[in-house]
Structures are given as structure tokens and as C-alpha cells.
């Protein structure tokens, strides 16, 4: 919607778009940072596409409002394509990023527990809590994924089960 602001000279009205703002979770960053739960580069990109979210969904979309691709996305941030193919699917194991597909579109997201575009509604929360249930019902071993504690706040962030870690080397030994 935007501002009005009147010429004094003049008394014309000039409508100016309203800023967009961006919300990191401090919070969470706090801790993630302390438990590098994040490589430097993988941090890189998160910072970069959080500059790309749809107000309201966390969607990384362009300036245009189009869903970003592979392709876009290392256009629009200057990260080579085939880096960003890696950090993407590496930030999508951690459940930083989300994808899903709506149509013909595959739609990426950002987990709203590390940035925030607007006022983001729940259902976006329950998908990234979804695909961390989906992703331990799937996993050969049980609690292979834990969700990661900021404080008292748990996040739909995965970290490796470091428990599971040990289990599985000490039957290899």
C-alpha cells in the first residue's frame, strides 16, 4: 500500500512503496551459531536468498515475484550455479530450505525459524515440522534426525542424531 506524502510547496499527495523488511531470528542465529549447525558458505546463502522472500509465504521468488529456480538463484546472488546446487541440497538436508512442487512449479522456502518476510503464516511452520517427521520415518534408524533446540525453542531445523552416530560405529567396530 505504501505512504502519502504531501509536496508542502504544491499540496500534491506522491504515494512511496512501503519498505520491506526482513526478520532473523536472533534467537535461533545465537544458537545456531554457537553449535556451527552451519558452514560459512551454506550461512553465505541463506543470508543472500533471504533478500528474495515473498512477503507473507517465505517463498524465494525475484524481484518480479516469479519463483526462483537453480538457475535464478545463482544469478540473482553471484553464487556459482554448481556451488549453489550443492549448498542448496545440503540446506534442504538441514531443513533450512524447503521445496515443494504446486503445478508445474517447484516452489523453494525458507524455514521461518531463521528468517522472516512479513508476517508468515502457520502452515508454513507445520510443512517444515512435516518434512522433519516424514524425513525420521524414512531414516533406517529411529531418531536419526533431532529437531534443534535454540534456548527452549525447538525449531524445525535438523541436526544428526549424534546418539545414532555412535550407535551405528560401534557395531562397525
Same mark, same amino acid.
Given at each position: 500500500?505504501?505512504?502519502?506524502?504531501?509536496?508542502?510547496a504544491?499540496?500534491? =499527495?506522491?504515494?512511496?512503496?512501503?519498505e +520491506?523488511?526482513i526478520?532473523?531470528?536472533?534467537?535461533?542465529?545465537?544458537?545456531?551459531?554457537?553449535?556451527?549447525i552451519?558452514?560459512t &558458505?551454506?550461512?553465505?546463502?541463506?543470508h +543472500?536468498?533471504s %533478500?528474495?522472500?515473498?512477503?507473507?509465504? @517465505? &517463498?524465494?521468488?525475484?524481484? @518480479? =515475484?516469479?519463483?526462483?529456480?537453480?538457475?535464478?538463484m545463482?544469478?540473482e546472488?553471484?553464487i556459482e550455479?554448481?556451488?549453489i546446487?550443492?549448498?542448496?541440497k545440503?540446506?534442504m538436508?538441514?531443513n533450512?530450505?524447503? %521445496?515443494?512442487?504446486? =503445478?508445474?512449479?517447484?516452489?523453494?522456502? %525458507? @524455514?521461518?525459524?531463521?528468517y522472516? %518476510?512479513g508476517?508468515?503464516?502457520?502452515?508454513?511452520?507445520?510443512?517444515?515440522?512435516?518434512?522433519?517427521? &516424514? +524425513?525420521? +520415518?524414512? $531414516?533406517?534408524k529411529?531418531?536419526?534426525?533431532?529437531?534443534?533446540? $535454540? =534456548?527452549?525453542?525447538?525449531?524445525?531445523?535438523?541436526?544428526? @542424531?549424534p546418539?545414532?552416530?555412535?550407535?551405528?560405529?560401534?557395531? $562397525?567396530?
Amino acid at each position: 500500500m505504501g505512504r502519502i506524502i504531501v509536496d508542502q510547496a504544491t499540496g500534491e =499527495g506522491h504515494h512511496i512503496k512501503a519498505e +520491506r523488511f526482513i526478520k532473523t531470528m536472533l534467537e535461533v542465529w545465537r544458537y545456531v551459531n554457537r553449535k556451527d549447525i552451519f558452514t560459512t &558458505a551454506e550461512e553465505k546463502t541463506l543470508h +543472500r536468498l533471504s %533478500m528474495f522472500l515473498q512477503i507473507n509465504t @517465505n &517463498a524465494i521468488v525475484t524481484p @518480479n =515475484g516469479e519463483y526462483m529456480s537453480i538457475e535464478k538463484m545463482a544469478e540473482e546472488t553471484c553464487i556459482e550455479r554448481s556451488h549453489i546446487r550443492k549448498v542448496i541440497k545440503l540446506l534442504m538436508k538441514k531443513n533450512a530450505l524447503g %521445496m515443494w512442487k504446486s =503445478g508445474n512449479y517447484e516452489i523453494y522456502y %525458507m @524455514n521461518p525459524f531463521l528468517y522472516q %518476510m512479513g508476517v508468515v503464516k502457520p502452515y508454513l511452520f507445520s510443512l517444515f515440522d512435516e518434512e522433519f517427521h &516424514a +524425513r525420521n +520415518r524414512k $531414516a533406517t534408524k529411529k531418531n536419526t534426525w533431532l529437531q534443534f533446540k $535454540a =534456548g527452549k525453542k525447538v525449531t524445525s531445523i535438523l541436526i544428526e @542424531n549424534p546418539k545414532a552416530k555412535e550407535k551405528e560405529e560401534s557395531k $562397525a567396530v
